[in-house]
């Protein structure tokens, strides 16, 4: 009896790895419901982004700095509806000092073709703005040292529609009360500081490389942000 039990036990903590549910098991979930604004730039859009930009080039004691080459602050049309949030820069971005210019760009840039949509029809950041090492998840610590910096950004680019590629930027925005299988394919209407915008989540590119056979969802989840422009007239 007590031996069948140990193995239902074993058999649930494989299930979790497999989902890659471990904030499942975390004792302390994170909902984020606070977004405060810094709400501190002025002038033009530009200058804002300008000023953001430079208040992050001053962030002191920050690991991710130290061992990064360059920021990587967005690429995109800054007049865009439309904002994706990746996770963190990897090798090709630290070089290029933009986002999503490597594989994982290149699958984006195919997705985002296949909504007839391109890198100037959308803005592009990310959770944290400096390469990890080793291209590791950023720190919950470090999500939290940038975050209100994106929401800055948000604030700034004042999206109708925020796509959240992955699970950091999930947790990052949302919490980490719900995974990304679960938590993508579906509308939350979210106010980010002062601005009302709809949240999706889909999966992360470089995740749709290491599992092809999820590619299915995230077409879904595009199709889903093809109507909803249609329906926002964006
Ligand atoms: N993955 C990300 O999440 N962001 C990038 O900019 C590149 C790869």
């Given at each position: 009896m007590k031996k069948d039990l140990n193995q239902k036990l074993?058999?649930?903590?494989?299930?979790?790895?497999?989902?890659?549910?471990?904030y499942l098991l975390s004792n302390s979930p994170i909902k984020r419901n606070i977004y405060n604004s810094q709400n501190i730039f002025t002038g033009s859009k530009t200058e804002k982004l300008d000023k953001?930009?430079?208040?992050?080039?001053?962030?002191?004691?920050?690991?991710?700095?130290?061992?990064?080459?360059n920021l990587v602050f967005s690429d995109g049309n800054i007049n865009s509806k439309i904002m994706l949030i990746?996770?963190?820069?990897?090798?090709?971005?630290?070089?290029?000092?933009?986002p999503f210019v490597?594989?994982?760009g290149k699958l984006l840039n195919k997705m985002l073709e296949s909504i007839k949509l391109n890198r100037e029809k959308v803005y592009?950041?990310?959770?944290?703005?400096?390469?990890?090492?080793?291209?590791?998840?950023?720190?919950?610590?470090?999500?939290?040292?940038?975050?209100?910096?994106?929401i800055s950004h948000i604030e700034i680019i004042k999206p109708k529609i925020l796509v959240l590629l992955g699970s950091t930027a999930l947790n990052a925005?949302?919490?980490?009360?719900?995974?990304?299988?679960?938590?993508?394919?579906?509308?939350?209407?979210k106010k980010i500081a002062s601005i009302e915008v709809w949240v999706i989540a889909t999966f992360h590119p470089?995740?749709?490389?290491?599992?092809?056979?999820?590619?299915?969802?995230?077409w879904i989840d595009l199709k889903m942000i093809r109507e909803k422009s249609k329906t926002l007239k964006l």
């Open positions: 074993i058999a649930l903590i494989e299930y979790y790895n497999l989902m890659n549910a471990n953001l930009k430079k208040k992050i080039q001053s962030i002191k004691n920050c690991e991710l700095k130290k061992s990064a080459k990746g996770e963190g820069p990897g090798a090709n971005e630290d070089i290029e000092g933009k490597g594989r994982a592009i950041s990310n959770v944290v703005n400096y390469r990890p090492p080793e291209n590791r998840k950023p720190t919950e610590e470090e999500m939290q040292r940038y975050l209100p910096y994106l925005l949302i919490g980490n009360e719900i995974v990304i299988s679960k938590a993508r394919g579906r509308w939350i209407q470089a995740f749709l490389m290491r599992q092809p056979d999820q590619k299915k969802f995230a």
